[in-house]
C-alpha cells in the first residue's frame, strides 16, 4: 500500500444508516471517502438495519482493499 492508503486506512468516518439516494450528496460524499482518500471503514449508526447493509455492501464494492 501507498502511504496515502497506509493513513487513509486509519480513518473512520461515521454515517447515518438510513436510506440514502445514490445521487445525494452524502452518498457522493461517502464515495469519495473511498476512493480517493481510502477510509478504513465506516461506522454505521441509526436508520433502519436493512437500509444500512445495502448501504455498506454499495460501499464495500467501491473499496479497493477488501475483507
Given at each position: 500500500?501507498t502511504l496515502?492508503?497506509?493513513?487513509?486506512?486509519?480513518?473512520?468516518?461515521?454515517?447515518?444508516?438510513?436510506?440514502?439516494?445514490?445521487d445525494?450528496?452524502?452518498?457522493?460524499?461517502?464515495?469519495?471517502?473511498?476512493?480517493?482518500?481510502?477510509?478504513?471503514?465506516?461506522?454505521?449508526?441509526?436508520?433502519?438495519?436493512?437500509?444500512?447493509?445495502?448501504?455498506?455492501?454499495?460501499?464495500?464494492?467501491?473499496?479497493?482493499?477488501?475483507?
Open positions: 500500500m496515502d492508503e497506509k493513513v487513509g486506512q486509519m480513518l473512520v468516518p461515521s454515517a447515518n444508516g438510513t436510506f440514502r439516494n445514490v445525494s450528496e452524502a452518498f457522493q460524499k461517502s464515495k469519495t471517502d473511498i476512493e480517493v482518500y481510502h477510509v478504513g471503514g465506516y461506522h454505521a449508526f441509526g436508520g433502519d438495519p436493512t437500509a444500512a447493509a445495502l448501504m455498506l455492501n454499495r460501499m464495500q464494492s467501491w473499496a479497493k482493499i477488501r475483507f
